[in-house]
């Protein structure tokens, strides 16, 4: 059973740095995509960024773009989510999730993962 575990949430003031891990427990995840995603309360979970197996690849969603960035160490078994001039719109749980993919692709559709952490809060708020 794949089980991930997010940390390094919290409280941050607009304009700040947050730096989120994602780390794997009971199996080696280098084979696998790993998404973040993140809920506000009343909206659908979204995609935020993506980073392929090889780690040599990434996506991000536009309203993040510039401002995130994703990294993994696969030999640490975790996955970095590096979030600076962070904004109250930023606010949610964020997730992580894995995903075979071919090919080491990307995806940023949250219904493609079949494997979530149990989130992290991030606020932003002066």
């Known amino acids: 059973q794949l089980q991930l575990v997010e940390s390094g949430g919290g409280l941050v003031q607009p304009g700040g740095s947050l730096t989120l891990s994602c780390a794997a427990s009971?199996?080696?995840?280098?084979?696998?995509?790993i998404g973040w995603f993140r809920q506000a309360p009343g909206k659908e979970r979204e995609g935020v960024s993506c980073?392929?197996?090889?780690?040599?690849?990434?996506t991000y969603a536009d309203s993040v773009k510039g401002r995130f960035t994703s990294s993994r160490d696969n030999a640490k078994n975790t996955v970095y989510l590096q979030m600076s001039s962070l904004k109250p719109e930023d606010t949610a749980v964020y997730y992580c999730?894995?995903?075979?993919?071919?090919?080491?692709?990307?995806?940023?559709?949250?219904?493609?993962?079949?494997?979530w952490g149990q989130g992290t809060q991030v606020t932003v708020s002066s």
């Open positions: 999730g894995a995903v075979y993919l071919p090919f080491s692709g990307l995806s940023l559709r949250p219904a493609q993962y079949p494997y």
């Open positions: 009971e199996f080696t995840f280098d084979g696998y995509t």
């Open positions: 980073i392929n197996s090889r780690g040599d690849r990434t």
